[in-house]
């Protein structure tokens, strides 16, 4: 029987962008590990090139058991929300990089709901959302460049076997990994 890790805090698994970039939003404000919180945002560009961008840069070691992206880099994120129906983020990295993202959040809806998946390296994910809140709307520039309008991506984007969402929405949640 497989071991599971429990990771407390929120997600958004993928918002596409006319543009053709895609990110994911994570905030984990419990883990289980060595590193106690950690965010994360992930930029897939229009090539497919996947980048993790994690705060702080300890978390990167954990990231990777999970994940075969591109490249990992340290970062410092900011999130911010004014009221409840906002979520601003931003992003440095190491290497210069820079992103601001503003996401309108529409209703929110309480849920338990479990969804299963197999990352890219092959270990198992269990998701229990507890809470799932549409987003109405985002802007993004990612390095100046301007992100454009959320769009349904023209084919399948997956990260392992989970499937970026049409619609996109947050989900706070518990986040059970594959123990190691």
């Given at each position: ?10 997600l958004c ?5 006319s ?21 994360e ?32 880099i340290?970062?410092e ?6 009221d ?21 959040l ?9 969804n299963?998946?197999?990352?890219e390296?092959?270990m198992?994910?269990r ?44 989900s ?9």
């Amino acid at each position: 029987m497989k071991d599971f890790l429990p990771f407390k805090g929120f997600l958004c698994p993928g918002i596409y962008f006319s543009s053709g970039y895609c990110v994911w939003l994570m905030h984990w404000n419990y883990t289980p590990t060595e590193v106690e919180a950690f965010s994360e945002i992930w930029v897939f560009t229009p090539e497919n090139n996947r980048t993790a961008y994690i705060d702080p840069v300890e978390a990167i070691a954990i990231f990777k058991i999970y994940h075969d992206f591109n490249s990992a880099i340290g970062a410092e994120i900011t999130w911010d929300c004014k009221d409840s129906r906002s979520l601003f983020a931003t992003l440095l990295a190491s290497n210069n990089t820079v992103m601001d993202i503003q996401l309108k959040l529409g209703p929110a809806f309480d849920i338990n709901a479990v969804n299963e998946a197999v990352t890219e390296t092959g270990m198992a994910v269990r998701h229990q959302s507890d809470r799932i809140v549409a987003i109405e709307n985002a802007c993004a520039s990612f390095n100046g460049i301007d992100l454009g309008k959320i769009s349904n991506p023209p084919k399948p984007i997956y990260v392992g076997s989970a499937r970026v969402l049409a619609d996109p929405v947050i989900s706070f949640c518990t986040h059970y990994l594959e123990s190691s």
